[in-house]
């Protein structure tokens, strides 16, 4: 096992070993119907604390060929699945948490340098038998290990679009990053599947719409992948009766993200809830109000009065298809509110094309945001 290839199943194993664990490994059973096929490529966008990293540490587990994770798996819902066995523990995993490789670099050229210096070196540890043409040709190596040993990579990269939280005003950096993904990922026949996870869908640039080849499962459309997307009514229910909390003040405080027809709860808010014994701002206590201030005083075109008439409990008409997946190029209320919705402020009804404010939680964080700074006046309006 090593920090990178073959991390191992410790990491799932000290998920399984919370005090509250919803059994969510069904979704191994979607990623595995695409595994080996031109679909093989996924990249799930989430708001922060909704279980992206425990899905990674999942599917590392299940994937690794470095372990024996049956024993982790057997009493999971996807053990009676007929694929299985099939899938277990047969790939060789390349797990990268991104923001590990921007601490402490100051260039693009840097980052991805020691990334790739990083991979090579346990790469030559485990396979340094293999005669590779060039053991500093990242892309060379990947291949020659695969056609030798015959047993493809799986990459689980998490947090896979820090760079354009890190850097967002630095389109080359950006572009080099995705050019680095490409060359990678694309057309590569060592590649079983990828799976990224980041709160950004990705980014496109024109010809640099490098990563086209990614099916996304984002909070503007989750597709299949509804109900894997935070804790569902019929869990929280299970889960109030466990811990004697009142259900319908937890749906007041955590529900109110319709993701299709499913409704989803926060699933951070929810488990400090239930081991606390008590309802309070969980999951905004995780970053202070400032940061949703600098977008919600961006007043494109009424977005002051939008977001009145959202704290007061309605919804509004939103056109999400001129976003450009990131978070500075912004022409539009329409622009930063679908942001929002990303970044876990709002919800969007992708039937009815239209967002608001999800549950108390995030409607107490709205207010937080605005109650200076020159919004008193909404303040008073919300009040009447």
């Known amino acids: 096992m090593g920090l990178y290839l073959n991390p191992g199943n410790r990491a799932f194993q000290m998920v399984l070993n919370s005090k509250i664990y919803i059994d ?8 595995n119907s695409v595994v080996d096929t031109e679909n093989r490529f996924i990249c799930v966008s989430r708001p922060r604390r909704f279980g992206k990293s425990v899905t990674a540490n999942m599917l590392v587990a299940y994937y690794s060929c470095g372990c024996d994770s049956s024993e982790l798996f057997s009493h999971l819902k996807i053990s009676g699945d007929t694929d299985y066995k099939k899938h277990l523990n047969q790939y060789n995993v390349i797990h990268l948490n991104m923001t590990e490789f921007i601490n402490g670099v100051d260039t693009m050229s840097g980052i991805l340098d020691n990334l790739s210096k990083r991979l090579l070196h346990e790469l030559k540890k485990v396979f340094g038998a293999v005669n590779c043409y060039d053991w500093n040709d990242l892309i060379s ?10 047993v493809p990579f799986v990459f689980v990269i998490d947090e896979w679009d820090c760079v354009f939280r890190e850097y967002k005003d630095n389109v080359e950096y950006q572009k080099d990053y995705l050019d680095f993904l490409r060359n990678m990922l694309k057309d590569q026949n060592y590649v079983a599947l990828t799976y990224m996870t980041g709160i950004l869908p990705i980014k496109k640039y024109g010809k640099h ?5 990614f099916t996304e499962i984002s909070m503007t459309d989750v597709r299949e992948y509804a109900k894997f997307t935070g804790f569902t009514q019929e869990e929280v229910e299970m889960l109030c009766q466990e811990y004697n909390m009142p259900f319908e003040e937890t749906r007041q405080w955590y529900d109110g993200y319709n993701l299709r027809g499913v409704s989803v709860y926060n699933p951070r808010s929810v488990v400090m809830s239930m081991t606390g014994g008590y309802f309070n701002n969980y999951w905004t206590a995780t ?7 600098v977008y919600i005083e961006m007043n494109f075109d009424g977005l002051r009065e939008k977001i ?10 939103i056109n999400i298809g001129k976003f450009q997946n990131d978070m500075t190029t912004f022409k539009s209320a329409d622009d930063v509110l679908t942001l929002l919705v990303h970044l876990g402020y709002l919800s969007y ?4 094309a239209c967002v608001k404010i999800p549950n108390s939680e995030v409607q107490q964080e709205f207010i937080n945001s605005i109650e ?6 909404v303040i008073e309006k919300i009040k009447k």
């Not at 719409?209 to 080849?213: C, D, K």
């Open 209 to 213: 719409s490098a990563l086209n080849m």
């Open 141 to 150: 190596v990947f291949r020659e290990i695969f056609e030798e040993k015959q």
């Open 308 to 317: 009145i008439r959202m704290i007061s409990g309605g919804a509004e008409k």
């Open 287 to 293: 970053e202070t109000y400032e940061a949703l201030k």
């Open 372 to 377: 200076d700074g020159g919004w008193e006046s």
């Open 24 to 31: 969510k490994s069904e979704m191994i059973s979607l990623i």
């Open 349 to 352: 009804d992708f039937d009815n």
